[in-house]
Each structure stands twice: as C-alpha cells, then as structure tokens.
C-alpha cells in the first residue's frame, strides 16, 4: 500500500490532471500507465544495452535508429511543444509505436491499437512527466503499488470483491507452487496480471540463460494466459507482462465464467484471486460450469472453470473467501466435495481478516489443489497464518525489516537470518516462510513432521474421512483445537474486602476534596 511522500507525489500527479481539465478518472489513469509504461520501455532498453556490453552479447532492441526520440530519456530533455508534437501525432509518433510492439496479430497489438494520446496541453504533459521522472519506481513492488493507488481511484473500484492481492501474498502461492520451464500457467481473473508477472519473475530467478533461451518461443507465446474484461486492465495487463520479457502476452478479452469462454483442459498451473460476492446472470454462465456447482456466486463458479481448465495432472493455488470454506448451502457443499472427493486438495491456508485492508477487511482462505479427476485426497494440510508481516489495519506498516521481507516472501528461507532465536522472533511477526518451508516439506513425508503436529499448532494434517464426516467442511476452526488457559479467582470474600478499603479511601478521599 502506498503511504507518505509517494502518495502525496502520486496526488501530485493526479492534481495536475485535474487542473489542466482532465477529470475523467479512467481517462487519468490509462494516460498515466501509457507514460509509465513508455518510462519503463525505456528502462528496459537501457539495462539490456548495459548487460549487452557486459556479456558481449547481442540483443533485440525496442528501439530503431529512427525511433531514439520515443525514449525517456530524450523525451524528457526536450522543448515542452517539440515533445507533445511526438505524442499528438497519430502517424509516425510516440503512440503509434507503442501500438506497434508485438508481433502483428499478438493480443498484446490488439489491445494496444486501443491505446491514444490524451493530453491535449503541452504544459500538463511536461509537468507529469517532471513528477513521474522523480519517482523511484526501480522496485516492482513499488510499481504495483502504484497500480493499486491508481485502480482505488477508479469510481466503482474495489465493487464485486475485486481487490488487488498484495505481492508479497502473491509471491508466497508462486513460491509453494514452484512453476516449471514446461509449465502453461493461467490466470482466468488476471487484473494487472501480478500472479503471471510473479511466476516469470520466479522462472528467470530459478533458470540459468541458456534453459531461458531454449524455451523463449514457449515463454513469449504459450506459458502465460489469462482472461479479463475489462479493457484497461487489459491493457494494463498486457503491458505489464511485456516489459517482464513476455512478448507476446496471451490476455483473451472475455468474462471467464461466461458462456463466451470455452477453454478446457488447457493449463499445468493456475494461480488466481477471483472476484468475491460477485454474481452473473444464470442465462450467461457457461453450461458445464453449473454442472459442478448450481449457482450464479463467481467464487464458486471461477473454482468450477479452473476444474475444467486444467489438465490431469494440473495444479491450482486459488485464494477464496472464508465462506467458501463452510457455506452450508448446496452449491457449496457441492464444490468443496468436488474438489475432495474427485480431486486432490493438499492444503487450506487461513489467511488474516486484515489482509486486503484498506479496501476490505474480509476474511479469506489459499486453498491448493490438484486435478485427478479420479480422487486422491488423503490428508489435507491446514494452516493458520496469524501474522503476514505487515500490519491488519488500515495502515498495513511493515513490522520486519524490508530487506528480510522482500527475500522471505519470496522463499529465500535462509537469507538475511541464521539464528534460530531470530527466525523466532521474526515467525512472531511473520508467518510467509514457515508455510513456505513446512508445505515443501509435505513432498517428502519420511522426513516432515507435519504429521506428528498437534491440533493445537498451527498447521497440522486432517484425513479425508473428518472432513468427509464434516460435509466436506475446509473451514480450520472446525479442526482446530484451542487451548483455554486457566484462570484462578480470588475467594469472594477476598474480592469484597478489597472493594470495602477501595471504598474507605475513596470516602476519605472525598473529606479531603470537600474540605
């Protein structure tokens, strides 16, 4: 979440906007990702020009010869006029290049073809850009956060339970399921696409250069997919992923649950924040969908299409809301037996109700699958996540030190801390790297010790019989156990001849007052 100096300088901005005539929040918002995103083409150009000289190695640039005035760089030492120029013109200017990134048919140059200029004043032009040059957005989480401020501003944001998912969340279910070179990963509720962006984050991390390069074709046209309809976050979307390496984004332009996608058995991974509390017109909802659950809820449709979008085999991380876990009516009960009964589901993760604060305090749950089609369900591993490192106000202030929790969240378990009483304390704060490393640990049973943990600890395995016995119930109160401490009252006696002397000195006291 943003707060201090970089909002006050996101306001800024926005301010700007607003007194050079454009009011329109959409209006603001796409205009300021189109500069940010030309920022970061830049950014990108620059680093691959840097590594280009280091490793002697030659590279695709973004920009031509002829195209050198469309960088940041450039753009922003030129006179106010001569600048806007190069935006305004709709022939060979700064848009229709931008237009032009991708291959032809790509859908990242279809939803680009969207993309105007929409600053009519040079002046408003040359001050956003004085401000944008000013902030450090170097960090992707800096980046994301940005987004986040962005999209809260949109009239209607947040409606439908659509919540941005906090990165270091994010970057925690990437970690535990582990993506693969060979993996087609989706995300059917994609946003500004932070699970995809994430997972090829980790992809480049865990590769070396040369297994990158041996799947480039598959990394730029199939690995990543996701649907959304909304036409900025499609662009927004879109051009996150390109400036993450991936050239031709594969974003399909359709409301997933809808009867208009009929994608299936498609995917090795799906990693997913769908819409809460939404609902859809039973005439729209795609007819197989309905066979699995009969309901127009989207948490429960959305979980239906990642059953029919994976293959056998695939795997799902998906974060639900906590009624999903024990909501008693048929399409729930329904679902959860779905998915226990005919699948694997490997763990429940149950997530701070102060997760998705300032937006919503909703309580939620990380549940992680596997399709089988055939059942496999043995034990289920619970967890409850108690703290996630930062805050469960409104604020959400860090509570660890940025560096631990940047390489924490991100599954590098044994940086920045050593000594068992540090990692204690820091577990007290924050729970990410215990779950990482206690659920990698489920692959080797011989050697975790997850089955001997007692109901009473945080995490701990439940048999498919229980929760079978349970109408399938995954809500972890149901299996948790809590240890009440007893408390030892004093004799009554004592207490009233406590509150007999409490009450002479108060007289006393009242003598003295009066007197």
Known sequence: MITGELKSQIDQIWNTFWTGGISNTITIVEQLTYLIFIKDLDETETRNERMSKRLNKEFTPIFGADQQDFRWKNLKEMDVNERHAIFSNTVDGIFPFIRSLGSEKSLFSTYMKGATFGISKPAVLDQVMEKLERLDMSNQDI?????EYLLSKLEGGGTAGQFRTPRHIIKMMVQMMQPTLEDTISDPAAGTAGFLVAAKEYIDKHYDVTELDKHRE????????GSEFDATMLRIASMNLFLHGVEEPNI????????????????????????????????????????????????????????????KGGRAAVIVPDGVMFGSGKAYT????????????????????????????VSTAIIIFIKTDNGGTDNVWFYDMLADGKSLDQKRNLLVDADVFEAFSFGDIEDGLSAVEDLKNLHDKFNLPDIIKRFASLKYPKQSTEAQRKRTDQSFLVPFKEIKANDWDLSINRYKEIVYEEVEYDEPEIIMERLRKLNEERGLLMKQIQA
């Open 143 to 147: 980046k994301g956060d940005i987004y």
């Open 218 to 225: 598959h990394i730029n046209k199939d690995m990543f997919s």
């Open 252 to 311: 399909i332009d359709v409301d997933a649950i809808s009867k208009d996608n009929d994608i299936s058995d498609a995917y090795t991974l799906i990693l997913a924040n769908p819409p809460f509390k939404g609902t859809i017109d039973k005439e729209s909802i795609a007819p197989g969908l309905r066979n699995v659950t009969d309901t127009t809820k989207t948490e429960l449709l959305f979980l239906a299409l990642m059953l029919r979008q994976l293959k």
């Open 334 to 361: 329904s679902i959860r037996e779905e998915i226990v009964a005919n699948h694997k589901l490997e763990a429940v993760i149950s997530l701070p109700s102060g997760i998705f604060q300032p937006y919503s305090g």
